[in-house]
T-cell receptor, first 117, second 116 residues
Framework: GAVVSQHPSRVICKSGTSVKIECRSLDFQATTMFWYRQFPKQSLMLMATSNEGSKATYEQGVEKDKFLINHASLTLSTLTVTSAHPEDSSFYIC?????????????FGNGTRLTVT | AQKITQTQPGMFVQEKEAVTLDCTYDTSDPSYGLFWYKQPSSGEMIFLIYQGSYDQQNATEGRYSLNFQKARKSANLVISASQLGDSAMYFCAMREPSTGGFKTIFGAGTRLFVKA
């Protein structure tokens, strides 16, 4: 089955530093990937849609200069949390579809738990 | 405005019994897709079942079935013969058109507890 790999699974960083999270589609090409954020005991909130070869589309309220997204190839999208602060501590999870049909579900990575101290 | 509503923060069910998790949605687009995902405590998101807006029959996948009532805009998940391993968070989601394509939005989730 389709596999989405996300790395790292956990990261602890100091306030003010930047953190890069990678999302790879292992056995399919993904022109579009989706980045979600999930706070404890809450739902998944779509942050942005990552588009291969073009700029990401950010959801309202998400700072594009703080959450940099790069989708340089058909199998890799990266999310960089710049100048991280404790309020950025969250569970970040990426996803992609294997097909374009409306019934094609999202396949998720295992997520990255970011803790900013 | 909230587009996916899951009104049950938590649900309990006895092992081997059936349970229904509620989901209502709001969209003006005639073409949409509805999904249910399971999230165990490990955090991974597991796809369970899909229902298309034009599908005439309710979707079924093993012990999972979707009670789709289009006029009422509801897409409830029914889990039959509950197992201890079904204890998890369950999210209802809707795929809808957005700028440049489609996006999937999620409800607040329902935490299911299966009792032995």
């Amino acid at each position: 089955g389709a596999v989405v790999s996300q790395h790292p699974s956990r990261v602890i960083c100091k306030s003010g530093t930047s953190v890069k999270i990678e999302c790879r589609s292992l056995d399919f090409q993904a022109t579009t990937m989706f980045w979600y954020r999930q706070f404890p005991k809450q739902s998944l909130m779509l942050m942005a849609t990552s588009n291969e070869g073009s700029k990401a589309t950010y959801e309202q309220g998400v700072e594009k200069d703080k959450f940099l997204i790069n989708h340089a190839s058909l199998t890799l999208s990266t999310l960089t949390v710049t100048s991280a602060h404790p309020e950025d501590s969250s569970f970040y999870i990426c996803s992609a579809r294997t097909g374009t049909g409306s019934n094609s579900p999202l396949h998720f990575g295992n997520g990255t738990r970011l803790t900013v101290t | 405005a909230q587009k996916i509503t899951q009104t049950q923060p938590g649900m309990f069910v006895q092992e081997k019994e059936a349970v229904t998790l509620d989901c209502t949605y709001d969209t003006s687009d005639p073409s949409y897709g509805l999904f249910w995902y399971k999230q165990p405590s490990s955090g991974e998101m597991i796809f369970l079942i899909y229902q298309g807006s034009y599908d005439q029959q309710n979707a079924t996948e093993g012990r999972y079935s979707l009670n789709f009532q289009k006029a009422r805009k509801s897409a409830n998940l029914v889990i039959s013969a509950s197992q201890l391993g079904d204890s998890a968070m369950y999210f209802c989601a809707m795929r809808e058109p957005s700028t440049g394509g489609f996006k999937t939005i999620f409800g607040a989730g329902t935490r299911l507890f299966v009792k032995a």
